[in-house]
Structure formats: C-alpha cells, structure tokens
C-alpha cells in the first residue's frame, strides 16, 4: 500500500515561514491534500489539488500553499501566526487500491 | 451549509461490534464519497472505508474483514459496524464527505470517542 511519510514536528517563529513536507514514492504524480487539525476539532481542508494546481478553500488564508514535485509535496505558510500551531497530514488517493491514504502528520509548534 | 453528526455508544466491551450512524444535514446524499475515518488518541488519521449512494464500498484492507457499512438514502444517513472490537480500536471516529473528482475531504463531522473497554 502507498505510504506518506512526514516529519513528526516543524518549530518556526512567529512571521517567518514555515514548511511541512509530506514524500510519497513519485507522489508528484498525485494530487495532495492537506489538513489543519487542532487540539479537540475535526481536521480542516488547507489546501486541496484542483486540475493539477493547489488550491484553497474558502476562508483559508492565502498564507497557506502547496507544492507538489518528484517524491516529495510541501504545505508552505507565509508569515505564520500563534494561531497556526496545529497537527497537519497530508493526504492523497492510491489509485491502485481505490484507498485513501493519510501523511502520520505534523506537529508545526510556533 | 453540509454538516455531518456521528452518533453512537461512546463505550464498547471487548469482541462486541462498534455501530455508528453519521447523519447528514444540508445536502442529500448524493455523488460524494461517505468516509469513516478514525484517530486513536494521541495518534494520527487512518482511512477506514466509504460507500456512496449506489452502496459500491470500499474498505482499509486492515480492518475489511471486520467492517460493515451501510447507507440509508431516505434519512439522509450512513452508517459503519467494526466486529469483534479490542482496544486498539478506542479512537475518535469521524464521518467525511470525499469529493468524487479530485478525492479530498472537504465536510468532516465533530467526531465521537469509541472506548473499548470492559
């Protein structure tokens, strides 16, 4: 089964800019999804692949974008405030099974 | 505005069979994919499996032969069963829709804790 691999923690300071990674086997190929997860609520869609390109949902920030190429896909925030602390995951469809397949996520400590 | 409800037994005994219903609000069951995903404590999200409105099905192939899922298109509902349960399956189990061209998750319920315990 396809496997997404994330690093467990990412620590930025208040304003600058902070990257998650998320790398798969040519995962480059796959439209990524990511996540925002905070303490006791549900998961957020952030950033979700549309005719190849990242987008983002309604009401999320433009700070928050995403990148995808080769093995690894990037959620990048700009300027990243308190409120951005959260668990992120990435996500992807395994064509090959019809599966969904979740990142182990990322704690991003501002 | 879609929104999803878990509802469900909060505490289940060991080899005892987990139910949940997920009723959806503002949109009827229509081309999407009805997710159950779930999140032990502490731990991160897993893939349980999804049916649509026709019941084609598919599941996590580490808990199908364990798994039922059922959908009720007249009240809007769909629901999971997990058998023979242990405590390796107390997590925070949600209800999602999955977007059928581009396969993301866009509407998630609140979530419900499931504690298997005697």
């Known amino acids: 089964s396809y496997v997404l691999t994330q690093p467990p923690s990412v620590s930025v300071a208040p304003g600058k800019t902070a990257r998650i990674t998320c790398g798969g086997n040519n995962v480059g190929s796959k439209s990524v999804h990511w996540y925002q997860q905070k303490p006791g609520q549900a998961p957020v869609l952030v950033i979700y692949y549309d005719i190849d390109r990242p987008s983002r949902p309604s009401g999320i920030p433009e700070r928050f974008s995403g990148s995808n190429s080769g093995n690894t896909a990037t959620l990048t925030i700009s300027r990243v405030e308190v409120g951005d602390e959260a668990d992120y995951y990435c996500q992807v469809w395994d064509s090959s099974g019809d599966h969904w397949v979740f990142g182990g996520g990322t704690k991003l400590t501002i | 505005q879609v929104q999803l409800q878990e509802s469900g037994p909060g505490l289940v005994k060991p080899s005892e069979t987990l139910s949940l219903t997920c009723t959806v609000s503002?949109?009827?069951?229509?081309?999407?994919?009805w997710t159950w995903i779930r999140q032990p404590p502490g731990k991160g999200l897993e893939w349980i499996g999804y049916?649509?409105?026709?019941?084609?099905?598919n599941y996590n192939p580490s808990l199908k032969s364990r798994l039922t899922m059922s959908v009720d298109t007249s009240k809007n509902q769909f629901s999971l069963k997990l058998s023979s349960v242990t405590a390796a399956d107390t997590a925070v189990y949600y209800c999602?829709?999955?977007?059928?061209?581009?396969?993301?998750?866009?509407?998630w319920g609140q979530g419900t804790l499931v504690t298997v315990s005697s």
């Open positions: 049916i649509n409105r026709s019941g084609n099905i």
């Open positions: 999602a829709r999955g977007s059928v061209v581009n396969r993301f998750f866009d509407y």
């Open positions: 503002g949109d009827s069951i229509s081309i999407y994919y």
